[in-house]
């Protein structure tokens, strides 16, 4: 048995990483003492087989042929790579038994010495490393003596052509095999993990098989010989046709290998798109796939001078982690963006100092390139075992290895990508509400106990409104950006700052035991916040409301809190509060405004809301020109609403088309109903800066006048300064489209808003109504009644109809009279009226104004 690739390979039992370290001449004593053990075994053993001498036969096979056969066996052997082990098939068994039959004993063991040392120098230049020179070639001899101990023992005086001589020798043959078995194991036993009984019978188990069939084709020659050296050339050439298609199996098998190891390592990088996942999964599948004792993947950063910490990633990779500078060092990958090749024999002075450094033996280094660039490398470096180093055809796998690593790495940077822009605000990357809640759900599934409670805090900013309005939205934007690094810095290191959208921000605030801590996180918060930003040429004042809520002391889901969050917000807005936390009491006014919601919304539903009117007179005649429609709720469960206060539902919760509708409907339909008895009164009904914008307000206007067959002119739509101011230029376009329609416009509660007597001039309205506020004392009061008048003096001067709401006394009537007011509505008149009472009360109103008159 050869044992030389056995030893230089770790090729029995799957030692190969242990022979592999003992070769590196760490445990120089051991190999030393069983060099020594070998070679008493070959004096002791030595003087029995040579007393056999003289009555050995002689055969054709001279020792000078035997040593060239044992030479030549040697070399020839076959390497079988089975994942990450090597199994070698040698021929050297048949020189062996042929040595036994027909040697002397000294000759075959010179034979077998010198033959074996020859190929250990010459082809596996082991003259390099002295220790496993004298290992192997003490082995050598001791497997010749014992081989020839044991054939003498078996062959009983036989010829070479009996049977049982030619049995002899093949037991020989496999003792020796056994033994070096053993005595490699032993080796190891000492140098390395220990090893049981059932390790050493396995290593002996794995040897003879093949052992068997080198010997029993070893006999066929030797009895060739007996009859003739030419008979024996068939036998050796069949032998050699084996040996050659062994070789080809082994290297189809070896590119079936390579073919399944690339399938399933394209299984393998697909099924973890992380690119934290893909480079160890990487390095893992290209160590199985190309036999390597290291793996490495190096990342460049765009300038490609330095490493980016991409290729810390693998750093935990067994067996060891080659250095970032592995790549970088060479100055030829990142130059030149080609392969690299350093083989274990080359001499290129670069290649020798790189080995030498990074105590390596050879190395494969590709080039990782996308869209044109070269943005890393990928390698392996010491290929296992000694068989034979990387080559031209690992480059081409490892290539191709790269391509799909690079398409791993762009796939899994583009979904790192995604998931970031899908937990973060785009504008001040910050975590959005989403991922605001993930966080809050996470600590809520913690917060059972006193010491696992926390804080949340929502930040409203003041008057953002009106920075993007006057300055633009880039200028609001760049003050978001200014906020969320202002927060960020107010915070501990475990706390979280995201935006929920708009102008709203929220602070979780983790180990946050008492309230007391919280607010004073929300001051400090606050506190940064009132310094003024400064956006280029501006210099914008941003205040802040803050309103935060302790968890788990108000417990419950993400939305819950956040709920809760904001009615603190919105109670602290309301007291003119800088921060303020949230009690119960400020959810029970939520929980009534829900339940009128629910309420409102199945009044529309039904059609329950009630349509009542208040005639408007001539003040200098009497006679009732027109009425305005109100609308009044009554509910089973909550009483009479008061109409601020569902109109203001209504809008929030997106009801106010409903209620706008229906109002319409009642009011036109009403109106044309008491047009033969009171032909030329015309309804006025009040819009709603959201109605006045529907864009189905206008088509809705014209079915129903159409299906009522009222006069345009009878109906008068009721706006307030703010509907008109919130969006002016598109509210500015429906007003005309109203005009031109011929519906009469006016201007609501006149006085508490802009008051812009000027901005009015650009109105198409034909009436103001001055706010009752102004109304109520005008008899009286000397300012309001300046205020009143000045109003009439310049809406006449404008052309406009003056009507004042709110006259509850004749002696304000007279006072309106005086000034030269157009009409009057209130008390003083009528009180409002369900509109089926308009027509008894306007024929009453009728005959006393009669008499009266």
């Given at each position: 048995?050869?044992?030389?690739?056995?030893?230089?390979?770790?090729?029995v039992?799957?030692?190969m990483r242990r022979?592999?370290?003992?070769?590196?001449?760490?445990p120089?004593a051991?190999?030393?003492?069983a060099?020594l053990?070998l070679l008493?075994?070959v004096a002791?053993?030595?003087p029995t087989?040579?007393a056999?001498?003289?009555?050995?036969?002689?055969a054709v096979?001279?020792?000078?042929?035997?040593l060239?056969?044992?030479a030549?066996a040697?070399?020839?052997v076959?390497?079988i790579?089975f994942r990450?082990?090597?199994?070698s098939v040698s021929l050297?068994?048949?020189?062996?038994l042929?040595?036994?039959?027909?040697l002397?004993?000294m000759?075959?063991?010179?034979?077998?010495v010198?033959?074996?040392?020859?190929s250990?120098?010459?082809?596996?230049?082991?003259?390099r490393?002295p220790?496993?020179l004298l290992?192997?070639?003490?082995?050598?001899?001791?497997?010749a003596v014992?081989g020839?101990?044991?054939?003498e023992?078996?062959?009983?005086g036989?010829?070479?052509t009996d049977?049982?001589?030619?049995?002899?020798?093949v037991g020989?043959?496999?003792a020796?095999n056994?033994?070096?078995a053993?005595?490699?194991?032993?080796?190891l036993?000492l140098i390395?993990?220990?090893?049981?009984p059932r390790d050493l019978?396995g290593?002996?188990?794995?040897?003879?098989p093949?052992?068997?069939a080198?010997?029993?084709l070893?006999?066929?020659?030797?009895l060739?010989?007996?009859?003739?050296?030419?008979a024996?050339?068939?036998?050796?050439g069949?032998?050699?046709?084996l040996?050659?298609?062994?070789?080809?199996?082994a290297?189809l098998?070896?590119?079936?290998e390579a073919?399944g190891r690339?399938?399933?390592f394209?299984h393998?990088?697909?099924?973890?798109?992380d690119t934290?996942?893909v480079?160890?999964?990487v390095?893992?599948?290209l160590?199985?796939?190309?036999?390597?004792e290291h793996a490495?993947v190096?990342?460049?950063d765009?300038?490609?001078s330095e490493v980016?910490?991409?290729g810390?990633?693998v750093?935990?990779?067994p067996p060891?982690?080659?250095?970032?500078s592995?790549?970088?060092?060479t100055g030829?990958?990142?130059e030149?963006?080609t392969?690299?090749?350093?083989?274990?024999?080359s001499?290129?002075p670069s290649?020798v100092?790189w080995?030498?450094a990074?105590g390596?033996r050879?190395a494969?280094?590709?080039?990782?390139?996308?869209e044109?660039q070269?943005?890393?490398a990928?390698?392996?470096?010491?290929?296992l075992?000694e068989?034979?180093?990387?080559?031209?055809?690992?480059?081409q796998?490892?290539e191709?290895v790269?391509a799909?690593?690079?398409?791993?790495?762009?796939n899994?940077q583009?979904?790192?990508?995604?998931r970031?822009d899908a937990?973060?605000?785009?504008l001040?990357?910050?975590p959005?509400r989403?991922?605001m809640e993930q966080?809050?759900?996470r600590?809520l599934n913690?917060?059972?106990?006193?010491?696992?409670s926390?804080?949340?805090a929502?930040?409203?900013?003041?008057?953002f409104?009106?920075?993007?309005d006057s300055?633009g939205?880039q200028?609001g934007?760049?003050v978001?950006?200014?906020?969320a690094?202002?927060?960020?810095?107010?915070v501990?290191?475990h706390?979280t700052?995201a935006r929920l959208?708009g102008?709203?921000?929220?602070?979780?605030l983790?180990h946050?035991a008492?309230a007391d801590?919280?607010l004073a996180?929300c001051?400090r918060?606050?506190?940064?916040?009132?310094v003024p930003v400064?956006?280029?040429a501006?210099?914008?004042d941003v205040?802040a409301a803050?309103?935060f809520?302790m968890?788990p002391e108000?417990a419950?889901?993400?939305?819950q809190v956040?709920?809760h969050?904001?009615?603190?917000l919105?109670?602290a807005r309301r007291?003119?509060r800088e921060?303020l936390?949230f009690?119960?009491?400020?959810?029970q006014?939520?929980?009534?405004?829900?339940e009128?919601?629910?309420?409102?919304?199945?009044a529309l539903?039904?059609?329950?809301l009630a349509?009542?009117i208040?005639p408007?007179v001539?003040?200098?005649?009497?006679?009732?020109?027109?009425?305005?429609?109100?609308s009044r709720?009554?509910?089973?469960?909550?009483?009479?609403?008061?109409p601020?206060?569902?109109?203001a539902?209504?809008e929030?919760?997106g009801m106010?088309h409903t209620?706008t509708?229906?109002?319409l409907?009642?009011?036109i339909?009403?109106?044309a109903?008491w047009?033969?008895m009171?032909p030329g009164?015309g309804?006025a009904?009040?819009?709603s800066a959201?109605s006045?914008?529907d864009r189905e307000l206008?088509?809705?206007?014209?079915?129903l006048l159409?299906?009522?067959r009222?006069?345009?002119s009878?109906?008068t739509?009721?706006?307030?300064?703010?509907s008109?101011?919130?969006?002016?230029?598109?509210?500015?376009?429906?007003l005309q489209?109203?005009?031109?329609?011929g519906?009469q416009?006016?201007?609501?509660?006149?006085?508490t808003?802009?008051?812009s007597l000027s901005?009015l001039r650009r109105l198409p309205v034909q009436?103001?109504?001055?706010?009752k506020s102004?109304?109520l004392?005008?008899?009286?009061d000397?300012?309001?009644?300046?205020?009143v008048r000045?109003i009439v003096?310049?809406g006449h001067a404008?052309g406009?109809?003056?009507?004042?709401?709110?006259v509850?006394r004749?002696d304000?009537?007279?006072?309106?009279?005086?000034?030269?007011?157009?009409l009057?509505?209130?008390?003083?008149?009528?009180?409002?009226m369900?509109?089926?009472?308009f027509?008894?009360w306007?024929r009453d109103?009728?005959r006393?104004?009669?008499?009266?008159?």
């Amino acid at each position: 048995m050869d044992l030389g690739p056995l030893l230089a390979d770790a090729e029995v039992g799957g030692h190969m990483r242990r022979a592999r370290r003992w070769a590196a001449g760490r445990p120089a004593a051991c190999a030393a003492a069983a060099s020594l053990l070998l070679l008493c075994v070959v004096a002791a053993l030595t003087p029995t087989v040579v007393a056999h001498e003289a009555g050995r036969p002689r055969a054709v096979v001279t020792t000078g042929v035997l040593l060239l056969i044992f030479a030549v066996a040697q070399a020839c052997v076959v390497d079988i790579e089975f994942r990450r082990q090597t199994r070698s098939v040698s021929l050297s068994e048949i020189p062996f038994l042929l040595g036994l039959l027909c040697l002397s004993p000294m000759s075959f063991l010179a034979a077998r010495v010198l033959g074996g040392f020859a190929s250990q120098v010459a082809v596996r230049r082991q003259h390099r490393q002295p220790l496993k020179l004298l290992f192997n070639t003490s082995l050598m001899g001791a497997e010749a003596v014992l081989g020839l101990a044991v054939f003498e023992a078996l062959r009983g005086g036989a010829s070479s052509t009996d049977p049982r001589g030619w049995t002899a020798a093949v037991g020989g043959t496999l003792a020796a095999n056994a033994f070096g078995a053993i005595a490699v194991e032993s080796l190891l036993n000492l140098i390395d993990v220990p090893r049981g009984p059932r390790d050493l019978a396995g290593a002996v188990v794995s040897a003879l098989p093949q052992a068997m069939a080198v010997s029993s084709l070893a006999v066929l020659i030797s009895l060739s010989l007996t009859v003739s050296a030419w008979a024996a050339l068939p036998v050796v050439g069949v032998a050699a046709i084996l040996v050659l298609g062994y070789g080809a199996y082994a290297e189809l098998r070896a590119r079936h290998e390579a073919l399944g190891r690339l399938y399933t390592f394209s299984h393998e990088v697909t099924k973890h798109p992380d690119t934290d996942l893909v480079l160890p999964t990487v390095l893992r599948q290209l160590q199985d796939m190309l036999r390597a004792e290291h793996a490495f993947v190096t990342l460049f950063d765009e300038d490609g001078s330095e490493v980016s910490s991409a290729g810390d990633a693998v750093r935990w990779h067994p067996p060891r982690y080659v250095d970032s500078s592995f790549a970088l060092s060479t100055g030829l990958l990142a130059e030149r963006a080609t392969p690299l090749l350093m083989t274990r024999s080359s001499h290129e002075p670069s290649h020798v100092a790189w080995r030498q450094a990074l105590g390596l033996r050879e190395a494969a280094v590709v080039p990782l390139r996308s869209e044109g660039q070269t943005i890393g490398a990928l390698g392996v470096a010491d290929r296992l075992g000694e068989a034979r180093g990387f080559t031209q055809l690992d480059i081409q796998l490892l290539e191709t290895v790269a391509a799909q690593v690079v398409t791993a790495l762009r796939n899994g940077q583009l979904l790192d990508r995604l998931r970031h822009d899908a937990l973060h605000d785009p504008l001040t990357q910050l975590p959005n509400r989403g991922h605001m809640e993930q966080i809050l759900e996470r600590l809520l599934n913690g917060a059972t106990a006193a010491t696992s409670s926390f804080a949340v805090a929502l930040i409203g900013l003041g008057s953002f409104k009106e920075v993007n309005d006057s300055l633009g939205h880039q200028v609001g934007d760049d003050v978001l950006r200014a906020v969320a690094e202002r927060l960020s810095s107010t915070v501990r290191e475990h706390d979280t700052v995201a935006r929920l959208g708009g102008d709203e921000f929220v602070l979780v605030l983790p180990h946050t035991a008492t309230a007391d801590e919280a607010l004073a996180a929300c001051e400090r918060a606050q506190l940064a916040l009132a310094v003024p930003v400064t956006v280029g040429a501006f210099t914008v004042d941003v205040s802040a409301a803050v309103g935060f809520v302790m968890v788990p002391e108000q417990a419950g889901t993400a939305t819950q809190v956040l709920r809760h969050a904001d009615l603190a917000l919105t109670a602290a807005r309301r007291a003119g509060r800088e921060v303020l936390q949230f009690q119960r009491e400020h959810d029970q006014g939520l929980t009534h405004r829900l339940e009128l919601v629910a309420a409102l919304r199945e009044a529309l539903t039904q059609d329950r809301l009630a349509l009542y009117i208040q005639p408007q007179v001539d003040v200098v005649t009497g006679t009732v020109v027109g009425v305005e429609a109100l609308s009044r709720w009554h509910d089973p469960v909550h009483g009479t609403v008061p109409p601020d206060l569902f109109v203001a539902l209504a809008e929030r919760s997106g009801m106010m088309h409903t209620l706008t509708e229906q109002v319409l409907e009642k009011a036109i339909r009403s109106c044309a109903v008491w047009q033969p008895m009171a032909p030329g009164i015309g309804i006025a009904v009040n819009l709603s800066a959201r109605s006045l914008l529907d864009r189905e307000l206008l088509p809705q206007i014209d079915r129903l006048l159409a299906a009522h067959r009222l006069p345009p002119s009878l109906l008068t739509l009721e706006i307030t300064e703010s509907s008109v101011m919130s969006d002016s230029t598109a509210s500015i376009q429906v007003l005309q489209q109203c005009r031109q329609r011929g519906l009469q416009l006016s201007v609501d509660d006149f006085g508490t808003g802009y008051s812009s007597l000027s901005y009015l001039r650009r109105l198409p309205v034909q009436e103001v109504k001055i706010d009752k506020s102004f109304v109520l004392d005008v008899d009286h009061d000397v300012e309001d009644a300046t205020i009143v008048r000045s109003i009439v003096e310049l809406g006449h001067a404008l052309g406009l109809r003056i009507v004042a709401e709110g006259v509850e006394r004749p002696d304000a009537m007279a006072a309106l009279q005086t000034m030269g007011c157009d009409l009057a509505q209130g008390y003083a008149i009528a009180h409002p009226m369900p509109v089926g009472d308009f027509a008894s009360w306007y024929r009453d109103y009728r005959r006393v104004s009669v008499v009266a008159g």
